[in-house]
């Protein structure tokens, strides 16, 4: 079937909004001034604001935003968020923040809130919402931002490979949250740089099937280092405080430079910091290997200040980021030099096009394009 959204790369299409091109299509703001800034409410997906990574990431660029236009943040205030507990609250929280259209722009932070955003849409036909993680196509008050997380998952792979095969190690460990497109490209993705790296090297994959429990993140991670896994890569959210901490508990009882350290990869956010402990020997090291960053409060940020600027909404459109839009990344403070060389060069790759990424593994239900 013919998408027939308008895919738009996330740079360029911030120069086409700022030139405003996009037709107004009843989204055209007033003039405003620095008493009438675009509000803001963030509708956050299961796992809270401070999940260590895609909630806490979209509310820290919410935050800036606020901040550069001196706007209070917080619960209630004029950059809000609404925490979801459950699924079934989503239709609650999308009410609550079209209520009496408080808020100028309205987010949902999260491939699930997909249905529950498309409810309150034609419900309020003049609210303008964001989905963020996910696709709606065709409608003019719902703009959907992208992210190419295959492209910064194959980076992880190569990292992950790297350091494997320098420590003699036959297998890679995966864990995922709930499978569906978005954790398709992150799955793809490190396998595809996994494999282009050292073909034989075994990927081991595990789906927690939720991205809030922490505690099958530790089990999992459990299972795979007892297997023999040292490097895991963990796309599933809050999952993933599980994963970070099993590793600090079992790299206490190593020393700092033990090769069997278990390491993790973070993701959407950068995780050094959950991955800090003290070794055996005394040293304050951390158990991140690295994270694939996925910017989601800049495409939270960037949407609102050029509604600020230009008055004019993208509503039917996608603006997808990528390694080129400087929209998703490898951090690499951690990696060793070898390592970090390995990234670069399959980084350049991507970027010059000579590398192109798969977002689904072979054989997937899911197939979404962008």
Aim: aromatic content about 8%; overall charge positive.
């Amino acid at each position: 079937m013919k998408r027939s959204t308008q895919i738009i790369s996330g740079i360029a299409a911030i120069a086409i909004i700022g030139g405003g091109i996009y037709a107004a299509t009843g989204n055209k703001k007033a003039a405003s001034n620095d008493t009438d800034k675009a509000k803001l409410a963030l509708v956050l997906d299961v796992g809270g604001v401070d999940d260590h990574s895609f909630n806490q990431s979209a509310w820290e660029g919410a935050k800036r935003y606020a901040k550069a236009n001196n706007i209070p943040a917080g619960s209630n205030k004029s950059v809000a968020y609404f925490n979801t507990t459950d699924q079934s609250e989503l239709d609650q929280n999308f009410s609550l923040a079209t209520k009496g259209q408080k808020y100028d722009i309205v987010y949902g932070i999260g491939y699930s809130l997909n249905q529950s955003i498309q409810k309150s849409a034609k419900l309020n036909p003049k609210q303008k919402f964001v989905l963020v993680d996910d696709i709606v196509n065709g409608k003019k008050n719902i703009a959907n931002v992208m992210f190419r997380s295959e492209q910064s998952s194959y980076l992880a792979g190569v990292a992950a490979a790297t350091r494997a095969t320098e420590n003699g190690d036959k297998k890679v460990g995966f864990i995922g949250g709930i499978h569906g497109n978005i954790i398709d490209a992150f799955d793809a993705g490190f396998d595809a740089g996994v494999k282009a790296t050292n073909s034989d090297l075994t990927i081991v994959k595990q789906y927690a099937n939720s991205f809030s429990d922490s505690a099958k993140g530790k089990t999992i991670t459990q299972t795979m280092y007892a297997s023999g896994i040292h490097t895991i890569f963990a796309a599933a959210g809050f999952v993933g405080n599980g994963a970070f901490a099993e590793a600090k508990a079992e790299n206490s009882k190593l020393t700092a430079t033990d090769k069997n350290r278990l390491l993790i990869i973070g993701v959407d956010r950068d995780q050094k910091s959950d991955g800090n402990y003290t070794s055996k020997d005394g040293k304050k090291v951390t158990s991140t290997m690295a994270s694939s960053i996925t910017s989601v409060g800049d495409g939270v940020k960037n949407i609102a200040d050029d509604y600020n600027k230009n008055g004019k909404f993208p509503g039917g459109k996608t603006i997808a980021y990528g390694l080129n839009e400087k929209g998703v990344w490898l951090t690499k403070s951690e990696l060793t030099d070898s390592q970090k060389k390995a990234v670069n060069e399959a980084e350049k790759k991507i970027k010059d096009g000579k590398i192109t990424v798969p977002n689904h593994p072979k054989g997937s239900d899911f197939n979404q394009k962008f």
